[in-house]
């Protein structure tokens, strides 16, 4: 059963516009949260990730929103720009249960299309 | 920022060949990844490693093998190559106490046999 979901498997949206991608998550342990952004061919890159402990991250054009109550988070693109078509990876991760070690639990993405 | 490496790019073998692909960083970092990645689907940890002769196995089972003898290197090994196993497979460290875990990821390799 999948922990991480996002449930929307494609967007697309016009140049200039928001962009939202959505993630929702079943594990009440999750307390960090990672965004990956993947272009074909090529490995993921880490674009914004947001600690528990916050509602709201923000890196530029990219903020990241979570709700704990909702166990849900949300990323926000403003303004959308055609480089910023690629796959969208929402990622979790908490404390593995013995050490002080970590392991990320991915969706399966989103693929973002942002139109001229 | 991290900088990974894997090779080859992409590869194209046939049947019951042995195959090694080679991951290598060169920022440090104490942990390293392998995962598995098909279209469409998410990303599955199919092996990991905390430190130098420390391999564990991931939540995907897999036939693939790997070792850490050097930190900076982490070759993943299949002794006998199946059309089960094409796939995309990244490679990925972490900075050391990082919360969250965040990963860098090395280009990954296109794996295809025939």
């Known amino acids: 059963d999948q922990q991480v979901k996002q449930n929307s498997p494609s967007l697309s949206v016009q140049e200039g516009r928001i962009s939202i991608l959505n993630c929702d998550y079943t594990n009440s342990m999750f307390d960090y949260f990672l965004w990956y952004k993947k272009y074909p061919a090529e490995g993921p890159t880490f674009l914004i990730s947001?600690?528990?402990i916050k509602d709201k991250n923000e890196d530029g054009r990219f903020t990241v929103f979570l709700n704990k109550s909702a166990k849900h988070l949300s990323l926000h693109i403003v303004p959308s720009q055609p480089g910023d078509s690629a796959v969208y990876f929402c990622a979790a991760s908490a404390l593995q249960k013995m050490g002080n070690n970590r392991k990320l639990i991915w969706g399966l993405g989103t693929s973002l299309a942002v139109n001229p | 920022e991290a900088d990974i490496y894997q090779t080859p790019r992409y590869l194209v073998i046939g049947t019951g060949k042995k195959i090694t692909l080679e991951c290598s960083q060169t920022m440090g970092h104490d942990k390293m990844y392998w995962y598995q990645q098909d279209p469409g689907m998410e990303l599955h940890l199919i092996h990991y490693s905390y430190g130098v002769n420390s391999t564990e196995k991931g939540d995907l089972s897999s036939e693939s093998t790997v070792s850490r003898i050097r930190t900076e290197h982490f070759p993943l090994t299949l002794e006998s190559a199946r059309p089960s196993h094409t796939s995309q497979y990244l490679c990925?460290?972490?900075?050391?106490?990082?919360?969250?875990?965040?990963?860098?990821f090395g280009p990954g390799t296109r794996l295809t046999v025939l």
């Open positions: 947001i600690s528990s």
């Open positions: 990925a460290s972490s900075i050391p106490g990082t919360s969250g875990n965040e990963q860098f």
